[in-house]
């Protein structure tokens, strides 16, 4: 008998020091709808995040960078293709946002191509993936 699937979406989770300029951040510069309960785009299936405000700025935590590597990340987005990444990466630049990682190529695994921001509160959001394959 198949299993029948159960799960179809999840979201992060992100403490934040000030939910309102938060909201502001994922509506103008990543192009997000914002409500009370979350920020998504690409409906839940894409980027999908709750935005929580902290009780104390000290409990707003990104995730250090895992060894070897330069940033750490928080929330990971795949895309379909290297040309909807290429899309994301400018527009989010021409909206200001803070470039973590500039695009690369890594040919050894894929290969794969990724960018990284960092919102307001220094949670670094990467997005990446193979070229349509």
Not at 6 to 23: F, G, N, P
């Amino acid at each position: 008998m198949e299993k029948k699937s159960q799960i179809h979406s999840s979201l992060k989770v992100l403490l934040v020091t000030d939910i309102e300029r938060a909201k502001v951040f994922y509506s103008d510069v990543l192009g997000c709808e914002v409500t009370d309960w979350w920020v998504i785009r690409d409906d839940f299936t894409g980027l999908a995040i709750k935005l929580l405000q902290a009780n104390d700025p000290k409990d707003v935590k990104p995730n250090p960078p895992a060894k070897g590597v330069e940033h750490g990340f928080d929330v990971y987005c795949y895309v379909e293709d290297w040309q909807s990444l290429d899309e994301l990466y400018l527009e989010f630049k021409e909206k200001g946002a803070a470039i973590a990682i500039e695009p690369w190529v890594d040919e050894n695994n894929g290969p794969w191509k990724e960018f990284a921001v960092k919102d307001v509160d220094g949670y670094c959001i990467a997005f990446g993936g193979t070229d349509g394959y």
